[in-house]
């Protein structure tokens, strides 16, 4: 039967098989290093749409970084084609220093939507991500979001944050070396939101996966990241490390931050501001 879906559109099944498990699995190591990323050139088009224009972006392994922009920029295709999701028309891109050429075991995903299928059990959602579907490293994927005693249910049953904790321990769960975030964070109330960022920045400061945020929020991006990247016109117009100690505070050096970021995505023209965090 032909497929219904648009192009580009993957089944939840073919998630389960690719992006949830990053392709064929081959290994069960226990240690992560982040990896670093190199996109050159890169250029994405969809038809007469020209959406990554000679992108640039160096990412060294271990990082943090952000991507913000407006609403159809191109962040997501930004994320995908670091996925292996979308190829570039023109340009390269290199993880690990090697030619991305599609799907990577060490790399994962993880979506605004946790995607997780619903005739499996929690159990069994995390272990799709683990070579062999490691029984063991799954719970204890699940134990590291503080699900482990949500093992045996249904997705159905638990909260929007809850399945967001459970993709989280399907993308964890084989330690991969690259963890790429599409908007995780989006559709969950405020609380639950700020305690989702606390488990991904500290789940990122111990096993030392190389990260990267996309997100509408500039407040979360500085919150995370140790640099943030805006797309613009199909490229990066703006790129700013944040020096700020973790975990961060919204003090004023934190305003600071994300006035400015926030006064760039907008088109707005900087704003200066006083120790106060007023503008003068
Ligand atoms: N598979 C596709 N086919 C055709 N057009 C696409 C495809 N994927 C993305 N686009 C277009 O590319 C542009 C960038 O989309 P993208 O999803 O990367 O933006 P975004 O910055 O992530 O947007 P948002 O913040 O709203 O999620 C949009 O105009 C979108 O319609």
Same mark, same amino acid.
């Given at each position: ?14 998630? @389960? ?205 500085? @919150? ?57």
């Amino acid at each position: 039967m032909a497929s219904t879906l648009p192009a580009g559109e993957i089944t939840l099944q073919q998630q @389960a098989q690719t992006v949830i498990s990053g392709g064929t699995p081959t290994s069960t190591s226990t240690s992560t290093r982040g990896l670093q990323v190199e996109v050159r050139d890169a250029v994405v088009q969809f038809g007469d749409l020209t959406v990554l224009q000679k992108l640039e972006l160096s990412i060294p392994a271990g990082q943090f970084l952000a991507v913000v922009g407006r609403s159809g920029c191109g962040k997501s295709t930004l994320l995908r084609l670091l996925a292996g999701l979308e190829q570039a028309s023109q340009g390269s891109v290199a993880i690990g220093g090697a030619a991305s050429s599609g799907l990577r075991s060490d790399v994962r995903v993880m979506f605004q939507d946790a995607r997780l299928l619903p005739w499996k059990s929690v159990l069994d959602n995390v272990r799709i991500g683990v070579p062999g579907g490691d029984r063991s490293k799954a719970l204890d994927a699940l134990e590291l979001v503080g699900l482990a005693d949500r093992a045996k249910e249904w997705p159905s049953v638990l909260s929007g944050g809850q399945r967001q904790r459970v993709a989280l321990a399907r993308a964890l769960v084989s330690n991969p070396s690259l963890l790429l975030f599409d908007e995780p964070l989006g559709a969950l109330d405020a609380l639950t939101r700020i305690e989702m960022q606390q488990l991904i920045e500290r789940l990122w400061q111990e096993r030392k996966f190389t990260a990267v945020l996309v997100t509408h929020d500039v407040s979360e991006a500085v @919150a995370l990241a140790d640099r943030v990247v805006l797309v613009e016109n199909g490229t990066i117009s703006q790129d700013t490390a944040i020096a700020l100690a973790r975990p961060r505070e919204k003090d004023n050096g934190f305003t600071h931050y994300e006035s400015s970021i926030l006064n760039r995505v907008l088109g707005r023209r900087p704003v200066n501001l006083n120790q106060d965090g007023f503008a003068i």
